[in-house]
């Protein structure tokens, strides 16, 4: 009896200093993980990633938050890309701008190159990108976990 009030006592400890990891925190780690390859922004519903090559941006992707599947986005490891697909196999949730030929096209996907990244870290940015997601699709929805 003793033995279940102390466990009772420590899990309460334990979840009190818990705490949320934030849209903010998710973008912070994202950015941190991809250095300046790819630069996400949220605003609104919408995710903006931005390609860089050096420091020239050669391709920006938006995607309406509300069409990217947060249980689909996974590694694919013959693109060495993280994957994050829209809720509908059909659906062209992501506007690709290609900057150098000037061409806007929409996609049922967009893929983010993890080149040079440890199996650790990319593993965290699909739990990463998921949370972002999701948090937007499920209401309450609250990781208390780190990515990594």
Known sequence: MKAIFILIILFSVISINAQEVTNEQTIKYINGKLKNNCVLEAKTNQLILQFYKGKEMYRQ???????????????????NAIILYCLEPDDECVMRWIFKNNVKKTYSRSNISVENLDEKSINGLVKAFSHLIKTYHVPDYKLYEYFE
């Open 61 to 79: 992707d938006k995607a309406n938050v509300y069409g990217l599947d947060p249980d689909k986005v996974s590694y694919k490891a013959e693109e």
